[in-house]
């Protein structure tokens, strides 16, 4: 697929398996510093809790760099580890699953433990209200002043994103298109400004 889903809004769900109740909250965070700063806002929000458990993807669903997870205290690979299977085979990117769980006096084993954090990491991805999220890439635009006013109109009218304006002799604009449909955007960029443009793009920076 050229995109994934992410989350619109943190969202909570609730699960109550032999007496233990897993609460289980999603949320969006792009980058490990977003991740780690909503799993530690779970643990101040439930600090009786006997585990807040987690597993993030925080980028694109095929960035390793920026995945994880924790058994926060439940026997290792029972918690963390189910969560992020989950995760991964999800479509999910740019998200993180806290699993918190209040023991209720009866143990669930280990297998009993992977299932329930498995579960409750399942159905919450099922519920959780996304979006798609389009994999941008950035592309630095140099036009003379006497473009401006149409080359602007234009962007506001499609999908691309402003990042930077710096002006100088020419002005640059730093944009973020959606790999999929800039091709065709980038033809029609060309013939609106008749060629007088500079690009620069990954490819060819």
Same mark, same amino acid.
């Given at each position: ?10 969202q909570?769900?609730?699960?109550e398996?032999k ?24 643990? #101040?929000?439930y ?6 458990c987690?597993?993030?993807? #925080? ?6 760099h ?9 026997p290792?690979?029972?918690?963390g ?13 740019e998200?993180t ?11 669930l084993?280990?297998g ?42 234009w962007l ?10 710096t002006?100088?002799?020419n002005?640059v604009i730093n ?7 800039w091709?065709?955007q ?20």
């Open positions: 697929m050229d995109y994934y889903l992410s989350p619109t809004h943190t909570r769900f609730d699960l398996i007496n233990s109740q897993f609460i289980t909250t999603v949320s969006r965070t792009n980058g490990r510093e977003a991740a780690k700063a909503f799993i530690n806002e779970m643990r #101040a929000k600090p009786d809790a006997n585990h807040n987690w597993s993030f993807v #925080a980028g694109a669903p095929n960035n390793v920026l995945w994880d997870q924790s058994d926060d205290g439940e290792k690979g029972t918690a580890k189910p969560m992020m299977n989950v995760l991964q085979h999800s479509d999910f990117g998200t699953v806290v699993v918190t769980r209040f023991f209720g006096g009866i143990k084993g280990a009993g433990l992977v299932r329930a954090y498995s579960q409750a990491t399942q159905e919450a991805l099922l519920h959780t209200e996304h979006e798609k999220v389009y994999p941008r890439s950035p592309v630095e635009l140099k036009i003379a002043y006497s473009l401006l006013g149409k080359v602007e109109y506001e009218q499609s999908d691309i994103e402003i990042t930077d304006k002006y100088s002799d002005i944009l973020a298109v959606i790999e999929r449909t091709p065709e980038k033809v029609i960029l060309t013939d609106l400004c008749q060629g007088s443009l500079t690009l620069i793009e990954p490819d060819n920076a």
